[in-house]
C-alpha cells in the first residue's frame, strides 16, 4: 500500500498533462451512473411497497373472508358482511361496454387521422384527440352528472327501450345516473388512449403492401382494409386492451354518474358500483377495521388485475411493432 | 386491334414543387417487353408510377398528360384509377406479399377483390398464375402457409403471380430484380421473356445488362427527359446521342 501511494506522488509530481485534477472524469460518469441508477431502483422498490403495504392492510380481510370474498354478492358494512362480487361486476360490465364502444370508434378515428387527413392536419386532430385524454376526470364526472345523465334518461333510454326492450339488459326504468352513463362516460375517457396507440400501430406498417393492393385494382378502403387493418390486428387489441386497463382503474367521473349501490343489476339503466368507485366513496366513513380492510382488499384486486392487463396490453403493442420493424 | 398498346402524350409528374416527369412522349407496342434506364433520381420510377395511375396515391404528387390505354385516356375526368389499375398490374421493386397471408390468398387476392367467390375458379386462377410465374413447383404443397415466409426471389414471383392473377395486358415492373441475387434474378428475367406472349411488359431497370438482354426497346431518361429511345440492339451498339453513349459505357451516371 505505501509504495502505491508513493507511486500515484511520484505521477502527481510529475503533472501528466493527461491527468485531470479532483475528481477524474471515470469517477464523475460513476457518480451520475449512481445516482440515476438510484432514482431507477427507487421506482421499481416503490412499487413493490405499494403492493405489500396494501396486503398487510388487506390481511384482516383475507382471514375473515378467504376466497368468499370474491364470490358474495352481498356488501353490508353494518353487519360487517362483505363480498366484492358487485364492484368486481360494475366494474367488468362498465368496462366491457365501455371498449364495445370505444374501440371502433377509437379505430375508425386512427385510420382517419393517419389515412385520410393531410399529415398537418392529422397530427391537429390527433392533438385534440389526445387532449381529450388531459381533461381531470373530475370534469367528466360534472358533465356526465349534469349533461349526459338527463341526455340518457330522456333521449336514449327511448330509443333503446323500443328497439332492444325485450333483452333484460334494456328493461325497468331509467334514472339518467347509471351503469350505461358510467360506461358512456368511460368509453369516451379511454379513445384517446386507443386512438394513440392504433396511430402508432399503424404507422409501422409498411406502405408496400398498400401500394401493392392499390396496383391489383382495390378502393382505397380495400386497401387499408388489406394492408394497414389486417397487419396490425394484433397490435390494436393491444390498444384495445392498453384502454381496458384504463377503464377498468378509472374513479372520480365513473363515481359520480354509476348511482353507488352494491347491486348487481341486470338492466343497464340501473345503478351500480365498481371496484374503484366504492373505493372512494366509503373509504373516508369506513370506520371498522375489518370495512377498511376490506375497501384495501378490493383495492388490491384491482391493482393486481390491471397490472397483468397493462402488461399483457404492453407486450402485445411491442411485439406488433417490433415485427412491424422487421418487415 | 393497332399495334399500340398504350400511347404517352406529353406527361409530366411534380412531387409538389419538383417536377420529376419533363413532358414524355411514347408508344408501346402489344407483346413487347420495354425497357426504361437512367442514372437515379432520373424520374423513371415516377414515370412508370404515372402509368396505373400509382403516382397519385404519394401527398402533393401532381400529373399533367395524357395515357392513352388502347386509345382511351386514363387520365380523362371520367376513367377510374381502380378500373385503370384492373388493366395495367404493377410489380414493385421490394417483393411486398400481403403479411399474415397465405401463398394462395396472396395470389387470388386480385380477383377475390373484384368479388370472385367460386373456390373451383380460385384454385383455377393459382395454379395457373403459379405456373406462369414459374412458382408452383417450389410451393404446391404449401400453399397454405404465410407468403412472407418463403425467400426473396420466391416472394418477387409470388407477387408477378400476383399480378398474373388478375391478367392484366399491360405488366409494369419498377427495377423487380434490384432487391434479388443473381440467381433469383435471371429467373425473373426468364420469366418476363416468356410473359412477352399474352402481356406487354414495361420494366424499369438499373441493370443495363438486363435491358440489353431482354428488352426489344429501350428508353433512356435523364433529370425527367427522354434522352432516347429506340430498338435495344441500337441503343445499346450505336446510341444516336452523346449522353446515352456516355451512361452505357459507364462514363456518366
Given at each position: 500500500m505505501v509504495e502505491m501511494v508513493s507511486k500515484d506522488n511520484i505521477e502527481n509530481n510529475t503533472s501528466s498533462p493527461l491527468k485531470k485534477r479532483g475528481i477524474s472524469y471515470k469517477q464523475q460518469d460513476k457518480i451520475a451512473f449512481m445516482i440515476l441508477r438510484g432514482f431507477a431502483l427507487a421506482i421499481v422498490l416503490l412499487l413493490g411497497l405499494m403492493i405489500y403495504q396494501l396486503f398487510q392492510a388487506s390481511a384482516p380481510a383475507i382471514k375473515e373472508f378467504g376466497f368468499s370474498f370474491i364470490y358474495n354478492d352481498f356488501w353490508n358494512p353494518i353487519e360487517?358482511?362483505?363480498?366484492?362480487?358487485?364492484?368486481?361486476?360494475?366494474?367488468?360490465?362498465?368496462?366491457?361496454?365501455?371498449?364495445?364502444?370505444?374501440?371502433?370508434?377509437?379505430?375508425?378515428?386512427?385510420?382517419?387521422?393517419?389515412?385520410?387527413?393531410?399529415?398537418?392536419?392529422?397530427?391537429?386532430?390527433?392533438?385534440?384527440?389526445?387532449?381529450?385524454?388531459?381533461?381531470?376526470?373530475?370534469?367528466?364526472?360534472?358533465?356526465?352528472l349534469y349533461y349526459l345523465a338527463p341526455w340518457v334518461k330522456d333521449s336514449l333510454t327511448p330509443i333503446l327501450k323500443s328497439t332492444l326492450g325485450f333483452l333484460p339488459l334494456f328493461s325497468g326504468p331509467s334514472f339518467g345516473i347509471g351503469i350505461l352513463t358510467a360506461s358512456i362516460i368511460l368509453s369516451i375517457m379511454i379513445i384517446p388512449t386507443i386512438t394513440s396507440v392504433c396511430r402508432e400501430v399503424f404507422?409501422?406498417?409498411?406502405?408496400?403492401?398498400?401500394?401493392?393492393?392499390?396496383?391489383?385494382?382495390?378502393?382505397?378502403?380495400?386497401?387499408?382494409?388489406?394492408?394497414?387493418?389486417?397487419?396490425?390486428?394484433?397490435?390494436?387489441?393491444?390498444?384495445?386492451?392498453?384502454?381496458?386497463?384504463?377503464?377498468?382503474?378509472?374513479?372520480?367521473?365513473?363515481?359520480?354518474?354509476?348511482?353507488?349501490?352494491?347491486?348487481?343489476?341486470?338492466?343497464?339503466?340501473?345503478?351500480?358500483?365498481?371496484?374503484?368507485?366504492?373505493?372512494?366513496?366509503?373509504?373516508?366513513?369506513?370506520?371498522?377495521?375489518?370495512?377498511?380492510?376490506?375497501?384495501?382488499?378490493?383495492?388490491?384486486?384491482?391493482?393486481?388485475?390491471?397490472?397483468?392487463?397493462?402488461?399483457?396490453?404492453?407486450?402485445?403493442?411491442?411485439?406488433?411493432?417490433?415485427?412491424?420493424?422487421?418487415? | 386491334m393497332s399495334d399500340v398498346v398504350l400511347k404517352v402524350n406529353d406527361l409530366k409528374a411534380w412531387f409538389d414543387d419538383f417536377n420529376a416527369v419533363k413532358g414524355i412522349d411514347l408508344e408501346y407496342k402489344r407483346n413487347t417487353i420495354n425497357a426504361i434506364i437512367g442514372p437515379s433520381g432520373c424520374g423513371k420510377s415516377t414515370y412508370i408510377r404515372c402509368l396505373n395511375r400509382i403516382h397519385e396515391e404519394v401527398a402533393g404528387a401532381k400529373i399533367s398528360g395524357e395515357v392513352l390505354l388502347e386509345g382511351k385516356n386514363i387520365y380523362a375526368p371520367d376513367a377510374d384509377p381502380v378500373e385503370v389499375r384492373k388493366h395495367i398490374g404493377m410489380v414493385f421493386q421490394k417483393p411486398n406479399p400481403f403479411p399474415a397471408m397465405s401463398i394462395f390468398d396472396n395470389v387470388v387476392i386480385g380477383p377475390r377483390l373484384w368479388g370472385e367467390r367460386n373456390k373451383k375458379n380460385l384454385e383455377e386462377i393459382a395454379y395457373k398464375s403459379l405456373q406462369k410465374a414459374a412458382l408452383w413447383d417450389e410451393v404446391k404443397d404449401k400453399l397454405h402457409q404465410e407468403g412472407t415466409s418463403l425467400s426473396g426471389g420466391q416472394q418477387q414471383r409470388l407477387c408477378l403471380a400476383r399480378t398474373l392473377a388478375t391478367n392484366p395486358p399491360i405488366i409494369l415492373m419498377d427495377e423487380p430484380t434490384s432487391a434479388l441475387d443473381p440467381i433469383a434474378a435471371a429467373k425473373v428475367e426468364d420469366l418476363m421473356m416468356e410473359l412477352k406472349d399474352e402481356y406487354t411488359v414495361i420494366v424499369v431497370t438499373h441493370n443495363m445488362q438486363q435491358a440489353a438482354r431482354v428488352a426489344d426497346y429501350t428508353s433512356f431518361f435523364v433529370l425527367g427527359e427522354l434522352i432516347e429511345h429506340g430498338l435495344s440492339s441500337d441503343i445499346f451498339t450505336n446510341p444516336k446521342n452523346q449522353k446515352t453513349e456516355d451512361y452505357i459505357t459507364g462514363r456518366f451516371g
Open positions: 360487517d358482511e362483505f363480498g366484492a362480487l358487485p364492484f368486481i361486476y360494475g366494474t367488468l360490465v362498465t368496462s366491457l361496454i365501455a371498449i364495445l364502444i370505444a374501440a371502433p370508434v377509437s379505430i375508425a378515428i386512427a385510420l382517419f387521422i393517419n389515412e385520410y387527413l393531410p399529415k398537418a392536419l392529422g397530427n391537429l386532430l390527433g392533438l385534440f384527440v389526445e387532449l381529450i385524454s388531459a381533461i381531470p376526470s373530475i370534469i367528466f364526472g360534472l358533465w356526465g404507422k409501422v406498417v409498411p406502405s408496400l403492401q398498400k401500394e401493392a393492393a392499390l396496383a391489383l385494382g382495390a378502393t382505397k378502403f380495400e386497401a387499408i382494409k388489406l394492408a394497414i387493418l389486417k397487419p396490425s390486428f394484433s397490435g390494436v387489441m393491444g390498444a384495445v386492451v392498453l384502454g381496458l386497463g384504463r377503464a377498468l382503474g378509472e374513479t372520480m367521473a365513473v363515481a359520480m354518474v354509476i348511482g353507488n349501490s352494491a347491486e348487481i343489476s341486470k338492466s343497464l339503466f340501473g345503478a351500480g358500483a365498481t371496484m374503484a368507485s366504492v373505493m372512494a366513496n366509503e373509504y373516508a366513513e369506513a370506520d371498522s377495521e375489518i370495512h377498511l380492510s376490506a375497501l384495501c382488499l378490493i383495492g388490491l384486486l384491482l391493482f393486481v388485475v390491471t397490472f397483468f392487463v397493462n402488461f399483457f396490453a404492453r407486450s402485445i403493442t411491442w411485439k406488433a411493432k417490433m415485427r412491424g420493424k422487421k418487415v | -
